[in-house]
Nanobody, 125 residues
């Protein structure tokens, strides 16, 4: 199975920025996404990108602050996170699938077949 390798997590103060990266070791998936899971909470979809077109979708709480994008080789996906808030603190996971998803499923954990190991993001007030 293709490995997803994440990087870029860390600790910042509220209002700061971080950029997460996820590399697929050369394989191009149909769709990739970022999820996050805070302690005691369910994992939630944050942003997703359809690789062929670059079309994106976000949860409401990050719209205008986070941007998901990809590199020209279509094997690395980024999550630029600006204006970070303490409530953004979580383990962030990269995920990928070759399934074509309708909008309803684009941020659902059960539609993604390959997952990275996670990278921690901590935002202090």
């Amino acid at each position: 199975q293709v490995q997803l390798v994440e990087s870029g997590g860390g600790s910042v103060q509220a209002g700061g920025s971080l950029r997460l990266s996820c590399t697929t070791s050369g394989y191009t998936y149909s769709r990739m996404a970022w999820f996050r899971q805070a302690p005691g909470k369910e994992r939630e979809g944050v942003a997703s990108i359809y690789i062929a077109s670059g079309n994106t979708i976000y949860i409401d709480s990050v719209k205008g602050r986070f941007t998901i994008s990809q590199d020209n080789a279509k094997t690395t996906v980024y999550l630029q996170m600006n204006s970070l808030k303490p409530e953004d603190t979580a383990m962030y996971y990269c995920a990928a699938t070759d399934e074509l998803l309708s909008t309803y499923y684009m941020l659902r954990t059960d539609r993604y077949t390959n997952w990275g190991q996670g990278t921690q993001v901590t935002v202090s007030s």
